[in-house]
């Protein structure tokens, strides 16, 4: 691996904890130096989604190809759909190589095998302030079947039993003071990092 001179940060939560609407706003508040990586995805872009800001959207022919390759960080199926996702080395290293802190807002899953390959990653597991809190959020998208939803809701019960393996745990039941914390947690890092 070559010399990389920036960080991998890893940002997690269930499905509809509000990830997005978090981390947008952290990108234009934290000092840090971040820059978001986009992920690769298998699945049909939704109407307000464009194509490498969104996703890469692929294939499933094209990922299959790059997977066996070698050319993702992580990848795995999502949600008990056909679809994949996954990070892209080529999305990774040049950030990396550049100095910045390249955020990683993906899945679990995808999360525990970025931290066995970057072990000094900043990781985040973002939670929702109840069960309650998740499920109206994501019965408010209205964009799935009652199976569906419940499948989602039973996967976030397993994906924040190993939320004590991220080194941070924000809870986002207001979304400034989530925003707040999560700046604070990077800010304090950038600011040690610069130390070092």
Not at 91 to 109: H, Q, R, Y
Not at 135 to 162: D, F, I, Y
Not at 172 to 185: M, S, W, Y
Request: proline share 5%; hydrophobic share 35%; net charge positive.
């Amino acid at each position: 691996m070559p010399d990389l001179k920036g960080k991998v940060v890893v940002v997690s939560g269930p499905s509809g904890v509000g990830k997005t609407s978090v981390m947008r706003r952290v990108y234009r508040q934290c000092r840090a130096p971040l820059k978001r990586s986009v992920s690769a995805t298998t699945r049909p872009p939704r109407p307000d989604e464009v194509d490498g800001k969104d996703y890469h959207f692929i294939t499933d022919e094209e990922f299959q190809l790059r997977r066996r390759r070698g050319e993702f960080v992580e990848c795995c199926q999502v949600f008990g759909y056909d679809y994949w996702y996954g990070t892209l080395w080529s999305e990774l290293t040049p950030g990396l190589g550049a100095g910045k802190w390249m955020v990683l807002e993906i899945d679990v899953g995808g999360a525990l095998n970025v931290m066995r390959q970057f072990p000094d990653a900043i990781t985040i597991f973002l939670r929702p302030g109840s069960r309650d809190q998740l499920q109206r959020r994501l019965r408010a998208r209205a964009t799935e079947s009652e199976e569906a939803l419940q499948r989602r809701l039973a996967r976030a019960e397993s994906e924040m039993a190993v939320a004590d393996r991220y080194k941070h745990q924000v809870i986002n039941d207001r979304l400034d003071r989530a925003v707040g914390d999560i700046c604070e947690i990077l800010t304090q890092e950038w600011e040690k990092s610069r130390d070092d």
